[in-house]
């Protein structure tokens, strides 16, 4: 993470219009991010994960890019089947 050392991320899950769910959570720096969800079964299986950063901002060092979190690595898994 950058900057401030917390960053709220507000997750949209949707699959097709069958289902949608809103996470908001607030993470500290050096945290693992993880969103857990469980879709109904009468989703489809194309999901889309969009993620809202409102605590983004520019670092004010000259680097004009809007920075929120660094993402070193992601990992998804379908339980429960």
Do not use: C, H, W
């Amino acid at each position: 993470m950058y900057l401030k050392g917390a960053q709220r991320i507000i997750a949209r899950i949707e699959s097709a219009g069958a289902y949608s769910e809103t996470i908001d959570q607030t993470y500290r720096e050096g945290e693992d991010i993880v969103i857990t969800f469980r879709m109904p079964p009468e989703a489809d299986q194309l999901v889309t994960l969009a993620l809202e950063l409102p605590d983004a901002e520019v670092p004010g060092n000259g680097d004009p890019r809007v920075l929120g979190f660094a993402l070193k690595s992601l990992k998804v898994i379908q339980t429960g089947l």
